[in-house]
């Protein structure tokens, strides 16, 4: 498939699967919810879910999306808040979550990302993307906007490039893509995630100062977690990550063949979560393959 058909495929399986799981049926509307003083949640209906805050001296906005994602959160900005959206951030460098900055820079923001994944960016554009104005780099970079400190963390390999994680410490609050998804088990074969680098990131996050943080995708319903994830769905991702790998070795011990692993691998502590039946198989490929043949993403340190 041409690069081209690629990326139209991509744009179009993106509308058709919502992307984040299984079950897509109650998928909710657009919402906003304020979830600490000036800091709002947004879903886009589309199973992505953005952050913004609100100062006195203009709006952040934490993951564009795409278009319509985005052009959907401003319209949600401007319902509270009349101050101009100065800075727009890409957590990583996946189309998936990348895409629609061009119609935060239409607006006037800024659009920002960490070098590896602003790279990526140019390189290999998709079909909503556009190149980031603002670039950092190393691992840390803090944005000062009314008074209000954002930290951006880049808490090296993880999953994509230039994985960030935001922190605004003075409301608790943080933004985190992909690295946890509450109530569900690793999506599909865990594309482009270093397991092993995975799981030491979380437990970096739990060291991060905030309470609450806005998950790219989650499981939980407004009901079960009306301020978004917490510090307890961090751990259980990383315990869930800690639990496969456990069940893996396990089945390595008694000798069962290594193609009949996957299949044999059971959790029923995470039974509930979604993708259980359909994805864990394939998790369980992938951490065993990865134990198998070593790591994969993988890049030279420096
Ligand atoms: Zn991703």
Known sequence: MKLTNLRSFAATAVVAFGVTGPLQADMPLSYTNEIAPGVYSFGGGNGY???????????????????????????????????????????HNHWDHASGGGVFQAAGAETVAHTLAAQYLAAVPG?????????????????????????????GLNHGLGMTVFVIPEKRVAYIADLVTP????????????????????????ELDFDVAVCSHTELSAEEAPNGCTKTHVEEERQFIVDLRGAIFAEFQKGTPANEIPTRVALPQYAEWVGYDEWLPMNAWRVMLDIWMGPYPWVPEG
């Open 127 to 155: 079909q909503d993307t556009s190149v980031p104005d603002i670039v950092w780099d190393g691992n840390r970079h803090d944005i000062e906007i009314g008074g209000v400190t954002v930290q951006l963390h880049y808490l």
């Open 183 to 206: 109530n569900r088990v690793g999506f599909n074969i865990m594309p482009d995630f270093n397991i092993g680098e995975w799981e030491r990131t979380l437990g970096e996050i739990l």
């Open 49 to 91: 879910h953005s952050m913004f805050l609100v100062t006195d001296e203009g709006v952040v906005a934490f993951e564009t999306v795409n278009s319509t994602h985005s052009e959907k959160m401003i319209e949600a900005i401007s319902g509270v808040t009349d101050q101009p959206i100065e800075f727009a951030m890409h957590s």
